[in-house]
């Protein structure tokens, strides 16, 4: 995975935090703005976003509920448009869903009425894959998220870990240029959260797929990330972008370092300073 | 969520597991067809003894055993009315299945057919049915096709009601997951959202089928020479409380059968789902 990061110069930032990365641009936000018209007038829900990405980074997204971190996901997706500015993934600009991507949502979303594997090979019947290699692709993934047990198993003999690792699986088995994650661990108990942060992070060194994980836990977007991109609420606005410069594989023993704590109460400070804590 | 299998039982335990879930399940069976049949004999049974005891005239409530003997005597007149009335109530049955499902396809689909159809659907239901009946006979004549037209138009509205209540609780994850899968409407109905809504259609059949039977039988009350409404209203008019009682007999298990068999193919269909509502969940 390519662990070094670019930042665009932003305009709060000023140039100073620039690092030049040589892996070429996936997604590119150019003051991306998004607006909705609701009864009340209209609302801002992000404003100028600037942001590249590289390709094979993890990008965490960070901040509180309505600082239109899920929308930014909207429109990575396309499944929303921009209302000003540019947005482009791969070079072209976006005006209809991104199909080369992977989605992991807060809720797993499997279909019930499918096992485990089907679940995943959903993925590979609608887009008309050839079912053979990437069955045997799916059988990877899923013994690798500690699931070959399973694969007969239907989504209601789950526990919600174990649902979200199929959807993670089902997210990479056709090998998307971008995974995006919409909060993925936010409905799990702690103990379940840290090991699917670990088996996260194994997953994407050896995938190399480059990641845009949406959080609200500052711990999860250190550990995770790359970069930190802190976006503080009304009107979402991207406050700072945060290189974490930890060495891969991070073990969750890291998390009690110093240095890891230096990262995360910089983040806590600029929540604190935008009156969000 | 139930009974989640944990993660370090590893592969042996889901094996293990499942065999004593079925032997749960089996003995679950059993009890849910002991239970109504043991409630029934015993029902009978006074029934039975109530009437001997207290001398009971036969034209106001015959003994079951007679019942059953005029049942059995009246074999072949009961037989030909009961397949008339079943043919109506499949046929109907089988239509409103067609039309409900057309019109929530429609209606799920289409905004402004929502709007345009769904008030006249409520308005429709308003209506009582045998109120219009005769109208229908004006229209079709004395024929199978008035009462077929009773029964869907009374069997297709839960049909419809539940199927689109169905589709609507398809998550809107789900719907976001399937266009990042490049899927076109054909694929996305398909392989996401009629599969996500068919707990809901039965639920809506299980209701539709046994309106389909009061349709028919409606439909025969007002005008028939054949089936098993004209046979009550015939049996009412000679006195004749066994056959009447033999008839309403025969209707109740044209009805349980019918109700019965959707769930067989329920549970042959969505395996998936049965396992979800199994008592040990």
Known sequence: MQLATIIKAQDTLGPMSAKRSNAPTLLDCERVSKIYHGRQGPVIALEEIDLTVPRGEFLSVVGPSGCGKTTLLNLVAGLERVTGGRLSVSGEVLNAPLTDVGIVFQDATLMDWRTVLDNVM????????PVEPYRARALDLLSNLGLE?????YPSQLSGGMKQRVSIARALVHKPSLLLMDEPFSALD???????????QALCLAEE????????????AAFLGDRVVVMTPRPGRIA?????????PRPLALRETPQFGEYTGRIRTIFESAGVL | MGQALQRNDGAGAPAKARGTRRRARLSERVGDIAYPVGTIVAILVIWEIACRQFDIPAYLLPPPSSVLATIVARYDLLAMHTLVTTGEILVGFLLSIVVGVVLALLITSFRPVERAIYPLLVISQAVPKVAIAPLFIVWLGFGWEPKVLVAVLIAFFPIVVDLVAGIRSVPSSMRKLALSMGANAYVT????????????????LKVGVTLAVSGAIIGEFVGADRGLGYL????????????????????SVIGVVLFYLLL?????????HQTQQSPEN
Do not use: C
């Open chain 1, 190 to 200: 702690a103990l379940t959260r840290d090991k699917l942060n670990v088996d996260m």
């Open chain 2, 189 to 204: 109905l398909y392989k996401f959202l009629i599969p996500h809504a068919l707990p809901h259609l039965f639920a809506g």
């Open chain 2, 264 to 272: 067989l193919i329920e549970a042959w269909l969505l395996p998936w």
């Open chain 1, 240 to 248: 700072e972008i945060i290189d974490i410069d930890l060495p891969r």
């Open chain 1, 209 to 220: 797929t480059t990641t845009l994980f949406i959080t609200h836990s500052i711990t999860d």
């Open chain 2, 232 to 251: 009550l209203l015939f049996a009412n008019g000679q006195m004749d409380t066994n056959l009447l009682f033999a008839a309403i007999v025969v209707l």
């Open chain 1, 149 to 153: 047990g399973f694969l007969d198993a």
């Open chain 1, 122 to 129: 959903l993925q590979v019947e609608v887009r008309r894959l």
